[in-house]
């Protein structure tokens, strides 16, 4: 069935650092990506999507890579800001036209 | 900036009460629905509703009920709450259009049965 599986956490960077957080996905057809952010206190909200093979997401300094061929979809900034912290979730839209998320990986900035 | 409101906000309660959980949008979304968030973060999707009058149960099993009576509302109830509900509950909402089938969240009701 259809599954994502997330980077586990949590991470802790420097301000200004570089951020990776894997995704990988296993679905039958094309689904679509998406990342949502959860912050501290409130619900989740849509951070980017990808809804076609080697379309490119992006918002906020984030972005993300449909990647067909390696069934990933990770998670890139290239400088934190504390502000960044955060849980990220992963998640895959299935077939039924539902979400299935990822265990989420919490982020914390230090300045 | 999405129109869904979930109350109350917390809830604290004793077991064997009988709690329903509110969530509306004003989006006009035809699809809804409840996931429980683990206090290890991870969500699962416990019902979800195409319309009014629609209710599906999600892939974890909950012994909460729903009901979609209007368009814009989506009540979660437990008949008799216990210490393993205590949880994290959101409530989401989305077009219909697959083409633009992006979820958009309340803000959660965090549910505490002592």
């Known amino acids: 069935g259809d599954s994502v599986t997330q980077m586990e956490g949590p991470v802790t960077l420097s301000e200004e650092a570089f951020l990776t957080i894997n995704c990988t996905y296993t679905a039958t057809g094309y689904p679509s990506l998406f990342w949502y952010v959860q912050y501290p206190g409130e619900g989740l909200q849509l951070l980017l999507k990808?809804?076609?093979?080697?379309d490119k997401g992006s918002n906020k300094g984030f972005e993300a890579t449909y990647r067909k061929e390696t069934t990933s979809f990770h998670l890139e900034k290239g400088s934190v800001q504390v502000s960044d912290s955060a849980v990220y979730f992963c998640?895959?839209?299935?077939?039924?036209?539902?979400?299935?998320f990822g265990t989420g990986t919490r982020l914390t900035v230090i300045p | 900036e999405a129109d869904i409101y979930q109350t109350p906000r917390y809830l604290v309660i004793g077991t064997g009460k009988k709690i329903t959980l509110e969530c509306s949008q004003t989006?006009?979304?035809?699809?809804m629905y409840w996931y429980q968030q683990d206090p290890g973060m991870e969500l699962h999707l416990i019902h979800y509703s195409y319309g009014v009058n629609s209710t599906e149960k999600g892939d974890l099993s909950s012994e909460s009920t729903v009901s979609r009576i209007r368009t814009e509302h989506f009540p979660l109830t437990l008949e008799s709450a216990r210490p393993s509900h205590t949880s994290q509950y959101l409530c989401a909402s989305s077009p219909w259009d697959i083409a633009t089938d992006t979820q958009y969240f309340g803000p959660g009701t965090r549910l505490t049965v002592l």
């Open positions: 998640a895959l839209l299935t077939g039924a036209n539902n979400l299935f």
């Open positions: 989006m006009g979304h035809d699809k």
């Open positions: 990808a809804t076609k093979a080697d």
